[in-house]
Each structure stands twice: as C-alpha cells, then as structure tokens.
C-alpha cells in the first residue's frame, strides 16, 4: 500500500514562506506524476504545481513563487512557497499517479495572514 505523508504547514505572515514536504513510502520513480494541490474553504481542489517525468507544471497564481523539486534519494517532493499570500490559505495535499491509480496525503494546513 503506499502512503504519502505531508508535513511543513503552519501559520505566516503575508510575505512569508514555508517549505512543505511528501514522504512516499516507496520509490517516487515509479510514478508518472507528482505533485500538490490545494483546497481553500468553500472551493474545489486544485493543481498548485506538477512534475510529470521532468515537465513542470505551476498554477498561473503561484508562478515565479513556489518550486516543486523532487528528492530521489528521500522518496520526498518538496514545496517551497515564497513570498506567501493571504490567498494561499488552503489544505495543501501531495499526490502521486502511477499505474492509473491517484493516491493522495491526508494534508496540511496553510494559513497566511495579512
């Protein structure tokens, strides 16, 4: 069974920046695609940013701020948010694909303030 596992949330000013990271339980080559989502409160889930075989993929509202980077050595993907916005409040949730299954973590808190 594989699980992810995503810490790294918390609470910071607008501005701010925060690191998440997803842990695989096992090896993340075997996936097509990795990546984050996020859900803020009252709104759909949505792709924040993507890495599918190399090619990268952001959400227009967190280019040039966030980076998605993979750990091979640690089974781990990485979110560095920068420059953090009180818009980027949300539930942020690592999911990897493979072998036409979606599997996703349980989630961690963002919450920005102004």
């Known amino acids: 069974q594989v699980q992810l596992v995503e810490s790294g949330g918390g609470s910071v000013q607008a501005g701010g920046s925060l690191r998440l990271s997803c842990v695989v339980s096992?090896?993340?080559?075997?996936?097509?695609?990795m990546g984050w989502y996020r859900q803020a409160p009252g709104k759909q889930r949505e792709l924040v940013a993507q890495n599918t075989r190399g090619v990268i993929t952001y959400a227009d509202s967190v280019k040039g701020r966030f980076t998605i980077s993979r750990d091979y050595a640690k089974n781990t993907v990485n979110l560095q948010m920068n420059s953090l916005k009180p818009e980027d409040t949300a539930v942020y949730y690592c999911?990897?694909?493979?072998?036409?299954?979606?599997?996703w973590g349980q989630g961690t808190q963002v919450t920005v303030s102004s």
């Open positions: 999911n990897g694909r493979r072998e036409g299954s979606d599997y």
């Open positions: 096992r090896s993340i080559f075997s996936f097509n695609d």
